[in-house]
């Protein structure tokens, strides 16, 4: 059974950090690509940030110059550096990865962006 947990979230201020992680089990970690979404209430999941398992990375524009997707093998845990938080970047954010025709999820952290 794959489990994905994201932990990290909370309230930061415009301009401030925080790193999500996501730890992994039930699965082999590490042959698999690892994904960022996040989503507000009434909008549809967007695509964050990418990592495959080769490490290569992509980003959503959103994302792109801001956050950085990094893993770690050894502990089964991707992560998302997110740097210079803006408030629309307040969401719930969730690790997805894709298995043969199965896609799984994190329960979700949330961010909130605020002064």
């Known amino acids: 059974q794959v489990q994905l947990v994201e932990s990290g979230g909370g309230l930061v201020q415009p301009g401030g950090s925080l790193r999500l992680s996501c730890a992994a089990s039930g699965m082999m970690y590490s042959r698999y690509a690892m994904r960022w979404y996040r989503q507000t209430p009434g909008k549809e999941r967007e695509f964050v940030a990418h990592?495959?398992?080769?490490?290569?990375?992509q980003y959503g524009e959103s994302a792109k110059g801001r956050f950085t997707i990094s893993r770690d093998n050894a502990k089964n845990t991707v992560y998302l550096q997110m740097n210079s938080l803006k408030p629309e970047d307040t969401a719930a954010y969730y690790c997805n990865v894709i298995r043969g025709s199965l896609a799984y999820w994190g329960q979700g952290t949330q961010v909130t962006v605020s002064s």
């Open positions: 990592i495959g398992s080769d490490g290569i990375t």
